[in-house]
């Protein structure tokens, strides 16, 4: 089965300092890939996703993610942190693959992060 | 666009009555999904829906949970008879055919059950 593992319940960075936050996956077959946004009293937002191709994916508001399928890693990333990135993020895998009808997403359980001014 | 619409924002009953909550999904999409997230679990997809068929119920915790989606506008998710552990926030997602499961997310429903 797919699954997804954040390792930090929580990340603290300075303004302006780069940001990582964890993921590692666990698929059979070649895996789709997601980050999502979740802002206080919000729903989830989509950041970005990769399903082929290059492994740096570049999403929304700056932010990256780094594929690496040698160490099973999808980590987030952006080069210059700001205050209002402060939110939980969650990584997600997709179950089954093609393109026919929606699958069902598992998501991680989420990391606070949080941007210090 | 609207986005995912949900209704009632907000839901504060006591125990044992029926609750109702409702998702309008995003026109054109073919998918929807309902969530419960807590502090203590997380975020649990409860049942999913194809083209309005539902495809896997699984994580509908028990039989005093049940979902509709009688058309392509519209869903229901009902708890008869509601219990504190129940509290949570519910979210519904839609997804466009073909988009290789983007989600798109409503603002939740904030249930309270006393």
């Known amino acids: 089965a797919q699954s997804v593992a954040q390792p930090e319940d929580q990340v603290n960075v300075a303004e302006g300092n780069p940001l990582t936050v964890k993921c590692t996956y666990s698929v059979s077959g070649n895996p789709y890939l997601f980050w999502y946004v979740q802002y206080p009293n919000r729903g989830l937002q989509f950041l970005l996703k990769y399903i082929t191709g290059d492994n740096l994916v570049k999403g929304s508001y700056g932010f990256e993610a780094e594929f690496n399928k040698s160490q099973t890693s999808y980590h987030l990333k952006k080069p210059s942190a700001l205050v209002s990135d402060s939110a939980l993020y969650f990584c997600a895998v997709r179950e089954g693959t093609g393109y026919s009808s929606a699958s069902k997403i598992i998501f991680g359980s989420g990391t606070r992060l949080s941007i210090r001014p | 666009d609207a986005g995912v619409i949900q209704s009632p924002r907000h839901e504060v009953t006591e125990m044992g009555q029926e609750v109702t909550l409702r998702c309008k999904p995003i026109s054109g999409h073919n998918s929807l999904f309902w969530y419960r997230q807590t502090m203590m679990r997380g975020l649990e997809l409860l049942i999913y829906f194809n083209n309005n068929v539902p495809i896997d119920d699984s994580g509908m915790p028990e039989d005093r949970f049940s979902a509709k989606m009688p058309n392509a506008s519209f869903s229901t998710l009902k708890i008869q008879p509601s219990e504190p552990r129940d509290s949570a926030v519910y979210f519904c997602?839609?997804?466009?055919?073909?988009?290789?499961?983007?989600?798109?997310f409503g603002p939740g429903t904030r249930l309270t059950v006393l």
């Open positions: 997602a839609s997804t466009p055919q073909g988009s290789t499961d983007t989600q798109y």
